[in-house]
């Protein structure tokens, strides 16, 4: 049974930073690339940042500074550093683990940020 577990949400003032986990099993971690998407209220659900199984990043013009994605395959488990967050940050995160083939998700992680 595959599953995809996000943690480290919360609320957090603006410019506050918070560091996001998804930790997977019943997959082969290393094969998969892992994304990090989000959805505010009322909005699409959007691409935030990928990495591939070898380490290449991918950014979204929102998160290109300010987030960091990183993958420890012994621990089979992706990251998101969030850091100068914005009240416009606000949304469920969740992860994703995608091949050709397939593609699983997580239950998401809500991260609120308010003064």
């Known amino acids: 049974q595959v599953q995809l577990v996000e943690s480290g949400g919360g609320l957090v003032q603006p410019g506050g930073s918070l560091r996001l986990s998804c930790a997977a099993s019943g997959i082969i971690f290393s094969r998969y690339v892992m994304d990090w998407y989000r959805q505010a209220p009322g909005k699409q659900r959007e691409l935030v940042a990928d990495?591939?199984?070898?380490?290449?990043?991918n950014y979204a013009d929102s998160a290109k500074g300010r987030f960091a994605i990183s993958r420890d395959n012994a621990k089979n488990t992706v990251y998101l550093q969030m850091n100068s967050l914005k009240f416009e940050d606000t949304a469920v995160y969740y992860c994703?683990?995608?091949?050709?083939?397939?593609?699983?998700w997580g239950q998401g992680t809500q991260v609120t940020v308010s003064s």
């Open positions: 990495i591939t199984s070898g380490g290449n990043t």
């Open positions: 994703r683990a995608r091949t050709s083939w397939t593609n699983y």
